[in-house]
């Protein structure tokens, strides 16, 4: 999934990665035209850095934490858009309720939101309501990642063939008649 750039200018914003260690400003000039350029920064994927006085503009380009963020999020397999928002909003949601709490493996969490959501066949909304729910109710996980699995636990084993294993599984097979109450309170059809 490429999640709305071509294959092509995923290669440049790779290159443009690359900028940062070696110059790639050769290989920018035969492949990256214009209108991509100007795409790239309108999206806020790339940025110029102020470099020496005899550099080229794309010797000077590096990509943005947007950018950073965006060719990570394609290395993450059958996650869609919805489920990196997700992350985004779970991120927010535990870090601000407790001091010493930490997230974990962004990959690895997009990825079990994905594969939990879908295995529950659940739409976004009922699976951040069950985030939310779980998360106000069980307080005493320090890593947003193990909420979902602890590979350290299960060093052999993937989330997938062990989703029972899963706190927030479990929680929800527990408590799935309060989490549709909740879910009835919090969706409006």
């Known amino acids: 999934m490429t999640k709305g750039l071509s294959f092509n200018q995923i290669l440049l914003l790779q290159a443009i990665s690359q900028n940062r260690t070696e110059d790639m400003s050769t290989l920018l000039e035969s492949q990256l035209d214009t209108a991509t350029g ?12 102020q470099g020496k006085k005899d550099d080229s503009p794309l010797k000077k380009m590096r990509l943005t934490k947007k950018g950073k963020e965006y060719l990570e999020s394609i290395q993450i397999p059958n996650v869609i858009e919805g489920d990196l928002e997700l992350l985004g909003y779970l991120t927010t ?17 997009a990825s079990y939101i994905s594969i939990m959501r879908r295995e529950l066949e659940l739409t976004l909304h009922e699976f951040y309501y069950l985030c939310e729910y779980f998360l106000a109710e069980y307080e005493f996980t320090k890593v947003l990642e193990y909420i979902f699995f602890n590979s350290n636990k299960n060093r052999y084993g993937k989330f997938q063939d062990n989703l029972q294993d899963s706190p927030l599984y479990q929680f929800y097979e527990e408590h799935k008649e309060d989490i549709e109450n909740y879910w009835k309170q919090k969706i409006k059809q």
């Open 38 to 49: 100007q795409y790239f920064l309108e999206q806020g994927y790339i940025m110029l850095v």
């Open 93 to 109: 949601i535990y870090l601000s309720s407790g001091e010493d709490r930490k997230i974990g493996n962004k990959k690895k969490i």
